[in-house]
């Protein structure tokens, strides 16, 4: 699986992005995803994730920091996650990862980093004040 993000750049406070989450290789829909972000000098975050429960259910989860600003989706059709981001304030500075695991062979915590078995490159948001 490859996974490929867009939609950062450079905005001001108060405002509002989308980044998108592109997946290629495979077909996705059974696999939990999720956004994480990293700040210079910080550890990588947990941001938000989408886990697979069967079927077409899907269980939403946001870091405390993000609930009410940020609303994670995805579009199986497309092979594609996104990120809407509103509300932005410069703690939000930050390259955004989108990470992806297999729940049938992974089990892992929706809020570990090591829990997720495929990453993209990586897309950087500036959140100027």
């Known amino acids: 699986v490859q996974l490929v993000e867009s939609g950062g750049g450079l905005v001001q406070a108060g405002g509002s992005l989308r980044l998108s989450c592109a997946a290629s290789g495979r077909t996705v829909s059974t696999y939990s995803m999720a956004w994480f972000r990293q700040a210079p000098g910080k550890e990588r975050d947990f941001v938000a994730a989408l886990n697979w429960s069967g079927g077409s259910l899907y269980y939403a989860y946001y870091a405390d920091s993000v609930k009410g600003r940020f609303t994670i989706t995805r579009d199986n059709a497309k092979n594609t996650m996104y990120l809407r981001m509103t509300a932005l304030n410069p703690e939000d500075t930050a390259v955004y990862y989108c990470?992806?695991?297999?729940?049938?062979?992974?089990?892992?915590?929706?809020?570990?980093?090591?829990?997720?078995?495929?990453w993209g490159q990586g897309t950087q948001v500036t959140v100027s004040s």
């Open positions: 990470a992806a695991r297999d729940v049938q062979s992974n089990s892992g915590t929706y809020y570990y980093a090591g829990s997720y078995d495929y």
